[in-house]
């Protein structure tokens, strides 16, 4: 079974760019969660997308937003970069109630 | 609001001991208890979870739940340097649409001392 998986692995932006990262669920999973980790800190909760809609949002400004596919695919967009937006963004898919299975990230630097 | 402690470490024990991590949490009402280890530079790779009070063992790895206390904590059996690592502990506060949603810990540094 494929586990979560995450595009790109690297990704190298200048500061007030965008950035598009995606993530593909595990086969059956319809929960999709972002969150952010910068560099020595602890998960920061982004998003939480269930059945295509966005179910919860962390403490977040809008520029960070995203969605999900019908195939339960999503994708993360981040807007107008800062240089503290450089992060380790993780993926993970979940079946309700179950633990998360973690992608294996996408590494953002904002230069 | 909700939130799920634990000490940052570093943890250091010698190789071949026990290591125990401790958690802990705010919301009697809590459903579900998970351990993830996360090395450097990597995803957090779930290693136990556990849903009833008592404890749950698989190999090395033992879960331990005590929810009158709102504790949870992990324990390591004979550690070895590959134990090192960031682990955290994360909660499903309730079944609802807002309660499938894991709430983290800010995770606990282990060291595991050739």
């Known amino acids: 079974e494929a586990g979560v998986t995450q595009s790109p692995t690297h990704l190298i932006k200048t500061r007030g760019q965008q950035a598009t990262l995606r993530c593909s669920p595990i086969s059956g999973h319809t929960s999709v969660y972002w969150y952010q980790q910068a560099l020595g800190l602890g998960l920061q909760f982004l998003l939480w997308y269930d059945e295509g809609e966005e179910r919860n949002r962390g403490n977040f400004p809008p520029r960070f937003s995203g969605r999900q596919f019908p195939n339960y695919s999503s994708e993360l967009n981040v807007n107008a970069l800062e240089l503290e937006d450089s992060a380790l963004y993780l993926c993970?898919?979940?079946?309700f109630g179950g633990g998360y299975t973690f992608g294996s990230g996408t590494r953002l630097t904002v230069v | 609001q909700k939130e799920v402690e634990q000490n940052s470490g570093p943890l250091s024990v010698p190789e071949g001991a026990i290591a125990s991590l401790n958690c802990t949490y705010s919301d009697r009402g809590s459903q579900s208890f998970f351990w993830y280890r996360q090395y450097s530079g990597k995803s957090p790779e779930l290693i136990m979870f556990i849903y009833s009070n008592g404890d749950k063992e698989d190999g090395r790895f033992t879960a331990q739940l005590n929810k009158a206390s709102q504790y949870v904590s992990l324990l390591i059996r004979d550690s070895q340097p590959s134990d090192s690592a960031t682990y955290l502990c994360a909660v499903i506060w309730g079944l609802n649409n807002a309660g499938n949603m894991l709430t983290f810990g800010g995770g606990t540094r282990l060291m595991v001392k050739p």
């Open positions: 993970a898919s979940s079946l």
